[in-house]
């Protein structure tokens, strides 16, 4: 095809030949198919990509969440034991006082 083919008139206002003629529809198509050509693999291993980094995070929620739970279950096992042997201590504070009250009152009495 020559350039005389090509332009429609001369001048600033000449026009390309062909160029507006075609359908919408067809020029959609026609750039939807070169965007898959030259994107689609790309955008296709960056799915594949976003839903494995999406799986791991949710593994590794997962997984936070377990352990959090064991720590809250440990923690309360340690608070318990804390206030029992807390208790033991005080009962046996208590005991210790009570001796001593009485060895005062003993020696008192002698």
């Known amino acids: 095809m020559s350039i005389e083919h090509v332009f ?3 001048g600033p206002g000449f026009a390309l030949e062909g160029v507006n003629d075609a359908e919408p529809d067809r020029d959609g198509e026609a750039i939807e198919q070169v965007r898959e050509l030259l994107f689609g693999e790309a955008l296709r291993k960056q799915a594949t990509l976003i839903a494995a980094l999406e799986d791991r995070l949710d593994a590794s929620d997962k997984a936070i969440v377990a352990r959090i739970e064991k720590l809250e279950a440990r923690l309360e096992e340690v608070a318990r034991a804390g206030s029992e ?3 033991a201590a005080l009962d ?3 005991a210790g006082i009570a ?3 009485a060895r005062i009152d ?3 009495r002698r």
């Open 85 to 87: 042997s807390h208790g």
């Open 8 to 10: 429609k008139g001369d």
């Open 99 to 101: 001796e001593l009250g």
């Open 106 to 108: 003993s020696a008192r």
């Open 92 to 94: 046996e504070l208590a």
